[in-house]
C-alpha cells in the first residue's frame, strides 16, 4: 500500500481515540449498521480531502464498511492529527509493520508543495481506473480536476503570474507536470460520478462553475443540509474557537475586547463562544440582515476600522478575503491576536504583512507567531492565518461531526448509487434525510421527542412521519 504519514507508531494511539470517537458519533455508526449488508458503496472509488483527524477517521472506516476502496488527505496543510492518519493507513486489523487499511497523504505541517503533491497522490488511482467519487472540504481535489481538464482541452497550461498568490504557483507547476497527451485530468473528470462538498466555501465555487457552465460532474451540497451548517458551522466553532485559542495563547478570554468579522453561522458560533468567556464582543458584517441579528442578540455592531485599536481578540469567519489587511494590524494593540476560522488563509492579508517594512517573524511555537513592527509593537497571529481551530488545535468534537458526515454518507451514497437521477448541477439531500440525520442523534442526548397526532399532522398539513417543515423553512 503506497501512503505518507509522519508516524505510523502514533497508530496504537489514534485507534484508541478512534474507539472513543465512535461512541460519540452515533449517526455514522447507525449508518454502518443499516448498510452493513447492502453495501451500497461496493465499487466506489471515493478520494476524500477532508481534515485527516480522529472524527474523519470514523467517517473514512464508515464509508470503508460500505464497500468503498478510499484515498484520503487533509484539506488544510496544518490540520492533520497524525496520530488519526497513522491509525487508518494501519487500520483496525492491521499492524504498523502489516498496515492494512487506507492509502492517507497527509501530515501536521506540509508545505504548499506536499500539500498539493499528497492530492495529486491521492487522486492517482493505482492501476489508473479510478477514483470515481470526490468526497471534498473547500473544494480543491475539484478544482485540480476541473483545472486540469480545462487546460487538457485547451491544449497548454496557462504560467502564473507574479501578481497570482503563491499557492496558485504551486498548482500550476503541478498541472505542467501532469497535463498532457495521455488526458489523465480528462479521463479522471468523465470517471468521476460526483462530489459532495462539505463547506461553504468548496459550495460556493461549485455554485459559481455551475453557473458558468464548465462544472464536470453532479455535486452534493452537504454544507447546506440543516444538520451540517446550523450544527457544525455553528456549535462546532463555538467550541473549537475557544480551544484554538486556549492551546494557542491560554491568554484570559474574560474581559477582553473580541472583534468577529462576519455573522454567518460560524460567526455566530464564535461570538457566543466569546462572550460565554466573558468576553465583550463586537461584531462586523456587511449583511443588513445578520447585522441586525448580530445586534438583536445583544452585540455592538461596527466596522473593523472603528474599532482595529481596542481590541484584544480578532476571528474573521467571512469565507471572504481581505478582511484584515495589513494596514489593520500595523494599527492593532500590542500583542492583539489575530486569527481566522474561515476556510482559506486569504481573510488576513499575510502576504501583505510580511511585506511591511521592518516587520520581524517571531516563532513562539509551532502555529503561533509574533510578528515585531518597527515601532516595537507586535501582534500574535495563529496558525499563519489558516483556520485556527484545526490549525491551534483539534478542530470540532466527534458528535457534531457525526451530524456533518453522516451527511456526507448518505450523500456518497446517492450520487454513487442513482447517478442517472444527478444530472450536472448542485444538489441538497431532501429534508426527510435531514430529519433522519438528526433523529439518529437524539437518543445519545436523551432527548424525547413529541409525535404528533394524526389529527394535528393534518392540521398543520405534514405527515406524521414527517417532512415537518417546507424545504424553504430557515430553522
Ligand atoms: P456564511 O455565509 O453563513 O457567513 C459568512 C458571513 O460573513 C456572512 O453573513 C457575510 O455577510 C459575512 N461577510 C462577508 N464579507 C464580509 C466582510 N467583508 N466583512 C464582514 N462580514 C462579511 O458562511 P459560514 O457557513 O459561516 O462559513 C464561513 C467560513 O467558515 C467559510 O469559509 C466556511 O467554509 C468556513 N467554515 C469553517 C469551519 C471551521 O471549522 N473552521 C466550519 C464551517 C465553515
Redesign the pocket.
Known sequence: MDFKVADLSLAEFGRKEIRLAEHEMPGLMAVRKEYAASQPLRGAKIMGSLHMTIQTAVLIETLVALGAEVRWVSCNIFSTQDHAAAAVVVGPNGTVDDPQGVPVFAWKGETLEEYWWCTDQALAWPGGDGPNMILDD?GDATLLVHRGAEYEKAGAVPSATDSDPEEWHVIIDLLKRTVGDEKRWTKTAERIKGVTEE????VHRLYEMFKNGTLLFPAINV?DSVTK?KF??KY??RH?VIDGLNRATDVLIGGKVAVI????????GCADALRGQGARVIV????PI?ALQAAMDGFQVTT?DEVVGIADIFVT????FD?IRADHMAKMKHQAIVSN????DNEIDMAGLIKTEGIVRNNIKPQVDEWIFPDGHSIIVLAEGR????GCAT??PSFVMSNSFTNQVIAQIELFAKTEEYPIGVYVLPKHLDEKVARLHLDALGVKLTTLTKEQAEYIGVDVEGPYKPDHYRY
Open positions: 473547500g463547506t461553504t466555501t468548496g454544507n451548517s457544525d458551522n462546532g466553532c473549537s468579522c462576519g455573522y454567518g453561522d460560524v460567526g455566530k462586523t458584517e456587511i449583511d445578520c473593523l469567519t467571512t469565507g471572504n478582511i476560522i474561515g476556510h482559506f483556520l485556527m481551530n484545526l478542530g470540532h
